[in-house]
């Protein structure tokens, strides 16, 4: 089946540094990506969405300028948490969909702690 | 816009009883429904989805759904739980991008 892989798989970094948080779909291609984020015991709430090529749709209340994404190919999708805080603390999860897929193919996941 | 509700924080159950999973939704026209699976520090595991067709959907890991558009239900069920089950489950919506229940946390146990 359709593998997606995010890496890393959880990171620890210091407050005020920026992290990158890479997303590929290996065995197809994704015209779309999805960013979500998840807090403890809670559901995932959808960041934006990125298309190859174009910039990414964020949600209300997403800083933009905080989480940047880049959709530069049609396999690989960025995170970037810029100037992290601690409240970024989080659980990052990608996603991917292409229009003759479906379900969604999740990521495992990215554990980020900010110091 | 569309949503789905999931009534149910938590579900226990013993080992070798029934599951089920309860989930309900809203959308303005057709649903498009999913459930996912994910375990504890991972991403979501896709169990089975609604399109058309058979009310009574079957999926992975001996999990089946059925829809019932009179109710607007898509609970999630399992004959003989497996304490492997135990987990954090989620019922979605789709049009284009998923929308997500809360999740209830499933516990079986031995």
């Known amino acids: 089946g359709a593998v997606v892989s995010q890496h890393p798989s959880w990171v620890i970094c210091k407050s005020g540094t920026s992290v990158k948080i890479e997303c590929r779909s290996l065995?197809?291609?994704?015209?779309?990506m999805f960013w979500y984020r998840q807090f403890p015991k809670q559901s995932l709430m959808l960041m934006a969405t990125s298309n190859e090529g174009s910039k990414a749709t964020y949600e209300q209340g997403v800083e933009k300028d905080k989480f940047l994404i880049n959709h530069a190919s049609l396999t690989l999708s960025t995170l970037t948490v810029t100037s992290a805080h601690p409240e970024d603390s989080s659980f990052y999860i990608c996603?991917?969909?292409?229009?003759?897929?479906?379900?969604?193919?999740f990521g495992n996941g990215t554990r980020l702690t900010v110091t | 816009a569309q949503s789905v509700a999931q009534p149910e924080d938590q579900v226990n159950v013993a080992e070798g009883n029934p599951l089920t999973v309860k989930c309900t939704y809203s959308?303005?026209?057709?649903?498009?429904l999913f459930w996912y699976v994910q375990y504890p520090n991972r991403g979501l595991q896709f169990l089975l989805k609604y399109i058309t067709g058979d009310n009574l959907v079957k999926g992975s890991y001996g999990f089946e759904a059925e829809f019932n558009k009179s109710q607007t239900s898509f609970h999630l069920k399992k004959p003989s739980a497996l304490v492997s089950d135990s987990a954090l489950y989620f019922c979605?919506?789709?049009?284009?991008?998923?929308?997500f229940g809360a999740g209830t946390t499933v516990t079986v146990r031995a």
């Open positions: 065995d197809f291609q994704a015209t779309t």
């Open positions: 959308v303005s026209g057709n649903p498009y």
């Open positions: 996603s991917a969909w292409t229009p003759l897929s479906s379900p969604l193919h």
């Open positions: 979605a919506v789709a049009d284009y991008k998923l929308s």
